[in-house]
């Protein structure tokens, strides 16, 4: 059995207050099992002025997570908040590691968290919760291939940090008292537990009927699609105008299949490289082929509330996790908290979880193998 307990608190400048507040939202003296980890989201600041290492302490159990720039629990939502989820178990095994700086190469780093992460666990693990850093010089599929080759495909659900401004320079992964923008850190579960996943970007009606082909590309760097330089395609989509973007860069949604299998992932221009190329939140193959979305309020939110919904009806959950990429919020306009608050009035007190805005979801898209996959555009959720 899993139990959880949510806690919000817009206190950041006084880590004593605040922590107290989170303390009396989740009583973990009263409410925690043999086993508990917690998962947050905050405002970029809540990363970097003590507030979590603080926490941490007073827990003393893994606290994992990532800056974002809008947040929602059972307690409360918000732009410039704390949320902080703590699931706890008797018959479940919860363990925490974060890797060395990403900065040189995946491979080895990811290798030695995960061997760490092991350590404790008499079973196989059946979920890892990932907070992932948002590195342009990597795709996000890059982080679930190396961890699916790693971990032989366990479950692979999380998100990349975020933060609102234009470099993203303060996204933020939080492990316990360390904050840092180049190490990834994943939560192990294993024992009693059947995690559920769904995931949803775009109804089929809001996808172009006109495609185009991936011609040219070097890993997540777009270069050439069907033929022309990158900036003359979006000049003839209307999308850039004498060689200039307009501003709607980060929130064009490429819409790709990659295996020609019908199940289909988004992807988005993060920024541009010094050569013109578009670098991309995840890999761009050539010959794929594509169609572009068009972002509409009502129906970001209308796949918002279908997907929990439909998550909900699973029996006997302990805790949900909800996360949705930057890009949906675009579309929402000054109306910035709306998802936020269509969550908490979805979810309501069904059960306890936690939600926030992510430079790129990590989600399954099937049972089975090679299920793993990285998500742009996209809202996902996880519940257990």
């Known amino acids: 059995m899993i139990k959880s307990y949510s806690a919000f608190t817009e206190e950041i ?20 099992l043999k086993n508990s980890v917690a998962l947050v989201t905050c405002y970029h600041e809540f990363a970097t002025n003590g507030i979590i290492a603080e926490l941490y302490k007073e827990l003393g159990f893994p606290v994992v997570g990532f800056t974002t720039t809008a947040i929602s629990t059972n307690r409360g939502l918000g732009q410039l908040d704390l949320s902080i989820l703590m699931i706890t178990s008797d018959d479940v095994t919860f363990t925490a590691a974060r890797s060395e700086s990403l900065e040189g190469g995946l491979e080895e780093p990811l290798e030695q968290m995960y061997e760490r992460a092991l350590e404790g666990h008499e079973n196989p693990p059946k979920l890892l919760i990932s907070a992932a850093p948002l590195m342009l010089d990597y795709a996000g599929d890059s982080y679930v291939a190396a961890l699916d080759k790693i971990s032989g495909g366990v479950p692979n659900f999380g998100a990349l940090a975020i933060d609102n401004t234009a470099n993203y320079l303060n996204s933020y992964v939080v492990f316990n008292d360390t904050v840092g923008r180049d190490f990834y850190g994943i939560i192990m579960a294993s024992g009693n537990i059947s995690p559920k996943f769904l995931y949803a970007s775009f109804s089929p009606e809001y996808i172009l009927k006109q495609s185009a082909t991936i011609t040219k590309s070097e890993g997540n760097l777009l270069k050439e699609i069907d033929g022309d330089p990158l900036i003359k395609y979006m000049e003839n989509m209307g999308l850039a105008e004498n060689g200039a973007v307009s501003d709607v860069l980060h929130s064009i949604p490429f819409i790709l299949d990659y295996s020609g299998d019908g199940i289909p992932v988004s992807r988005v221009l993060l920024s541009w490289s010094e050569e013109g190329y578009g670098i991309c939140g995840g890999l761009m193959p050539e010959g794929t082929r594509f169609n572009l979305g068009m972002w509409d309020e009502a129906d970001v939110l209308k796949t918002t509330i279908k997907t929990i919904e439909d998550i909900l009806k699973n029996e006997d959950i302990g805790a949900l996790l909800l996360y949705s990429c930057l890009a949906r919020s675009y579309s929402l306009g000054i109306k910035i908290l709306s998802e936020t608050e269509v969550v908490s009035q979805t979810v309501g007190e069904n059960v306890s979880y936690i939600f926030g805005y992510a430079g790129g979801e990590i989600c399954p898209v099937k049972d089975g193998a090679n299920a793993n996959s990285f998500h742009n555009n996209t809202v996902i959720a996880c519940a257990f």
């Open 13 to 32: 400048d006084d880590a004593k207050i605040a922590v107290s507040e989170i303390l009396a939202q989740l009583e973990p003296k009263k409410n925690c």
